[in-house]
């Protein structure tokens, strides 16, 4: 159930999300799964199941959800203000940023490949 908006740990509340707020974030920021999988580490497949509904531990969640918001995407629960859950642009988001995947292949052409 990957629909839980709030998991409380060790007494501290961690914000969730759901499979729709992921997918709805991956198109936000222009990500596919597997751009995704390189910036949480979290494999694309996990990432999948999560979107289509599968459970998954909380840490991966967490993984997750922590890629997006540094990417600049910010998560709405479904508490704050009734409207139910989301997700926008943060403030600080610009142009997607290339994976690091994609930094180290272009480190490797040749100058006159660029």
């Known amino acids: 159930m990957s629909d839980l908006l709030a998991h409380t740990t060790f007494g501290i509340a961690v914000a969730m999300l759901t499979g729709r707020q992921l997918r709805a974030a991956r198109a936000l920021l222009n990500w596919s799964r597997k751009r995704l999988a390189d910036e949480s580490d979290v494999p694309a497949v996990t990432i999948q199941g999560f979107e289509a509904g599968a ?33 926008r642009v943060g403030t600080g988001l610009k142009e997607p940023e290339k994976s690091k995947k994609e930094t180290r292949r272009r480190r490797r052409l040749p ?3 660029r």
Do not use: Q, Y
């Open 55 to 87: 459970n998954s531990k909380l840490d991966t969640v967490i993984r997750l959800r922590r890629a997006c918001e540094l990417a600049g995407v910010a998560f709405i629960d479904a508490e704050h203000g009734g409207v139910g859950e989301g997700v």
């Open 111 to 113: 100058r006159s490949k």
